[in-house]
T-cell receptor, first 113, second 113 residues
Framework: EAQVTQNPRYLITVTGKKLTVTCSQN?????MSWYRQDPGLGLRQIYY???????DKGDVPEGYKVSRKEKRNFPLILESPSPNQTSLYFC????????????FGNGTRLTVT | AQSVSQHNHHVILSEAASLELGCNYS??????LFWYVQYPGQHLQLLLK??????LVKGIKGFEAEFIKSKFSFNLRKPSVQWSDTAEYFC???????????FGKGTKLSVIP
């Protein structure tokens, strides 16, 4: 089954404790992206990647890192999480044809206390 | 700058009522347009998309949207909503040939049985 898999689904952590949210897709998609969703703000893009070893900042990259060492994986790293990073995070991927839709993962709800 | 505006933050309808959710975009050049739906606790799923051709686009679950170039609009419609349509709806746009999607802030639809 074609899917984007994120882990974990829920995460509660404390300020400053490094964490990684994993994202993996099995569709051989070139494009992958991370979004955060906050009430009243919709989805805002954090980082995206056009292919292996190619990443770029989205609209709200501060406080986040990503890597794309393999085509299928695109982890999101919070080196020193802060409470304002409490949010719902979605990973998404898209194939080579830019007319194709984004496929979203099931989301990771992160709480930073 | 590219932007997508959704006029309504929260819409409440009774079952069988007709639905129209507004979406306006600001983009230079040719644009691809999408509507995504997010059911409670789930990830975003594609409802419908417009790339070119017939400006009236039909999607899943009886939804349709009309691209009106002169008004920079891509409103979502459904003639008769059901309780199961309760969800949040996101309009999104990208430049033709671009992977980058800009999302609106979303419209929450509540359908009362």
């Amino acid at each position: 089954e074609a899917q984007v898999t994120q882990n974990p689904r829920y995460l509660i952590t404390v300020t400053g404790k490094k964490l990684t949210v994993t994202c993996s897709q099995n569709m051989n998609h070139e494009y992958m992206s991370w979004y955060r969703q906050d009430p009243g703000l919709g989805l805002r893009q954090i980082y995206y990647s056009m292919n292996v070893e190619v990443t770029d900042k989205g609209d709200v990259p501060e406080g986040y890192k990503v890597s794309r060492k393999e085509k299928r994986n695109f982890p999101l790293i919070l080196e020193s999480p802060s409470p304002n990073q409490t949010s719902l995070y979605f990973c998404a991927s898209m194939g080579r044809d830019s007319n194709s839709p984004l496929h979203f993962g099931n989301g990771t709800r992160l709480t930073v206390t | 700058a590219q932007s997508v505006s959704q006029h309504n933050h929260h819409v409440i309808l009774s079952e069988a009522a007709s639905l129209e959710l507004g979406c306006n975009y600001s983009y230079g050049g040719t644009v691809n347009l999408f509507w995504y739906v997010q059911y409670p606790g789930q990830h975003l799923q594609l409802l419908l998309k417009y790339f070119s051709g017939d400006p009236l686009v039909k999607g899943i679950k009886g939804f349709e949207a009309e691209f009106i170039k002169s008004k920079f609009s891509f409103n979502l419609r459904k003639p008769s909503v059901q309780w199961s349509d309760t969800a949040e709806y996101f309009c999104a746009a990208s430049g033709a040939g671009s992977y980058q999607l800009t999302f609106g802030k979303g419209t929450k639809l509540s359908v009362i049985p």
